[in-house]
């Protein structure tokens, strides 16, 4: 399957609220939540992909001519690519209905992910008993590869039980999103759960030795309160303007994020990053790697787990491209000098 017969099946496949649109930019989809849209009355998702179209590429290639290697290294793992699935909750509900359970998505998602070598986040669900059935389904279908539960700012006791349940089916890292503490939808349906204070997140993130990704830094101020409360990996997300309305694109505040904390901790990044040339931009801001949501969904959508890998392998084709022609011949050679903002 290739990638443009992926895209013309879930074109097919899509619920209307999502169009599959040829470029992920948040216009047709606007504000549909349900849908993979964004919360009104500002088009944040709009934001996050056009702020990328601002950083242009310092073409140089007056350079030694080597292979261009595209390893990522994050956990003590070594990945194809400088990329990672991001978390989508509910997708049948957002997406399309072709997997009527979201644990049949994940399953297809996260095989896909596996095959693609890349790794992975999934959403555990709200009741612990959705997350012990996803564990289980995931353990007897084999799936593979690196896969990371995205568990919501729940109460820390209720967040521990899901920690101990990660680390008992082998679960590699967790991630938790900060920011869903703005989802209508977790505001409505869980009692207890919302935003933490650095000495909460402190006693989560001291109550496992997995490695722990925290997401939804949008400033300076947050990424240092994170780094205060022990973690070494954020990522810089707006959860894709679904948790909170009018807010700056991430590519508008990651470098002065990395400037702050990126020589002392992982920083990813999220939000309207849609090929191989974003991927280079938001590494040549300061990001160690970027996370990938809606189109990876839509890929899912139109190729099942075989949707995957034509999606990556069109990103690492532009990402191998843009690093050629800039100089760089490895992920770390990517640097600020190689990009140039024009507003
Ligand atoms: C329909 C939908 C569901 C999402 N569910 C989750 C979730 O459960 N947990 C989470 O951390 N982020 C969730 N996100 C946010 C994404 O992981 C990501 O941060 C955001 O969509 C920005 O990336 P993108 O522009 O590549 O989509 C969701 C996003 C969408 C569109």
């Excluded at 909460?200 to 997401?215: A, G, H």
């Excluded at 022609?325 to 903002?341: P, Q, W």
Aim: aromatic share 8%; with cysteine.
């Amino acid at each position: 399957m290739n990638y443009n017969e992926v895209m013309q099946n879930a074109k097919k496949l899509v619920n209307g609220k999502c169009k599959a649109c040829d470029v992920c930019n948040g216009l047709a989809c606007k504000f549909t939540m349900p849908g993979p849209g964004c919360r009104p009355p500002y088009n944040t998702a709009a934001r996050n992909y056009e702020k990328w179209q601002d950083v242009f590429l310092n073409m140089d290639n007056i350079s030694q001519r080597q292979p261009i290697d595209t390893t990522f290294e994050i956990f003590g793992r070594e990945f194809d690519m400088p990329v990672i699935a991001a978390p989508i909750g509910a997708p049948q509900l957002h997406f399309s209905e072709r997997y009527n359970e979201e644990i049949e998505y994940d399953v297809e998602a996260m095989a896909g992910c596996a095959e693609a070598d890349i790794a992975a986040c999934y959403w555990v669900g709200f009741e612990e008993d959705t997350y012990l059935n996803k564990l289980e389904v995931m353990k007897n279908q084999g799936i593979g590869g690196f896969l990371i539960p995205s568990i919501k700012p729940f109460s820390n006791s209720k967040f521990k039980r899901y920690v101990d349940m990660s680390k008992e089916y082998g679960m590699p890292a967790i991630l938790m999103d900060i920011d869903g503490a703005g989802l209508p939808m977790f505001k409505e349906n869980v009692d207890d759960a919302g935003c933490k204070n650095t000495e909460s997140l402190r006693e989560l993130r001291e109550y496992t030795d997995m490695p722990f990704i925290l997401k939804g830094i949008m400033t300076v101020s947050g990424a240092r309160k994170a780094l205060e409360a022990g973690f070494d990996t954020i990522v810089v997300s707006n959860h894709g303007g679904r948790v909170l309305s009018c807010m700056p694109s991430t590519a508008e505040v990651l470098e002065e994020i990395c400037d702050a904390v990126g020589d002392k901790m992982t920083v990813l990044v999220d939000g309207g990053i849609r090929t191989g040339y974003d991927v280079f931009r938001a590494l040549a801001l300061g990001a160690h790697g970027v996370l990938i949501a809606r189109p990876l969904a839509i890929a899912v959508v139109g190729g099942g787990k075989d949707g995957v890998k034509p999606y990556i392998d069109m990103l690492k084709k532009d990402l191998c491209d843009a690093m050629e022609m800039c100089g760089a011949h490895s992920l770390a050679e990517i640097n600020r000098s190689m990009v140039r903002v024009i507003k």
